[in-house]
């Protein structure tokens, strides 16, 4: 699975650019979860982060080429206690898997894109209410003041990341990427997109989408994406 990797690089090089890094390695001060989510009212919230008509974005890449390479959290921009106010949000997660065997065995390779799909819905960091709109790749945070006051921060709200990609099988390495610095997280807005129509190509791929290049819809994706097309092309000849 490579059809992430450019945007994997992309991230990387962007983040790297922007000078505003911090990386932690992943420890095992996870921030406590709840079994579900939970509801945390506007009078009880300390933070809004990517709310209030602030930008946020939120994808998730993942690979076998060895791009990702260790576990990792990374805060780009200010960490949870030093926001003050409404903030720009971005959480980005890369992958390290095993080999999904998308050439090979398509009901294996869907098993396992919904496994790492389910993750991302259901990390519930006490105090920590998160809205997702898959539609839209956006991911809205709410902060409570209990959380903000008991010292929360992304690194350990990373940390309840990792462990539960962790504990997916086929995952080897992840990588965490808190944004709160407003002009990365715009720039990185069209990459959500991108990984958007790489899924839902490889979706119909792998549901069994004729190969058609002619009359396609997909063939923006095909043009732009390496490995692509020689995946749905080698994957009609077996
Ligand atoms: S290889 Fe051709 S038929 Fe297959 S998804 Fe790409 S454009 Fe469509």
Redesign the pocket.
Request: aromatic letters at 0%; glycine letters at 0%.
């Given at each position: 699975m490579r059809l992430y990797d450019n945007l994997i690089a992309e991230t990387l090089k962007a983040i790297a650019d922007s000078g505003n890094v911090r990386s932690f390695p992943v420890r095992g001060n996870a921030w406590k979860c709840n079994a579900s989510s939970e509801f945390i009212m506007a009078r009880d919230a300390a933070l809004e982060l990517g709310g209030s008509g602030e930008p946020s974005v939120n994808y998730t890449c993942p690979t076998t080429s060895g791009k990702v390479g260790k576990d990792e959290i990374l805060i780009c921009g200010r960490d949870i206690n030093e926001i003050k106010g409404d903030t720009a949000f971005a959480r980005i997660v890369l992958l390290e898997t095993e080999d999904l065997g998308e050439d090979t065995d398509s009901e294996r390779a869907f098993r396992a894109i919904r496994e790492l799909d389910f993750v991302r819905y259901h990390v519930f960091p006490k105090g920590y209410m998160v809205r997702v709109s898959a539609q839209s790749n956006q991911e809205q945070v709410r902060i409570s003041r209990d959380a903000l006051n008991a010292g929360m921060d992304f690194e350990r709200i990373g940390a309840a990341y990792a462990a539960k990609y962790k504990a997916v099988n086929l995952v080897k390495h992840v990588r965490i990427i808190f944004i709160t610095d407003r002009k990365l997280v715009e720039a990185l807005r069209p990459n959500a997109d991108k990984v958007d129509s790489i899924t839902k190509?490889l979706t119909h791929?792998l549901d069994g989408?004729p190969?058609?290049?002619g009359h396609?819809s997909?063939?923006s994706v095909?043009d732009e994406v390496d490995g692509?097309?020689e995946l749905?092309?080698g994957k009609s000849k077996n």
């Open positions: 190509t791929i989408l190969t058609d290049c396609c997909m063939k095909c692509m097309r749905h092309l």
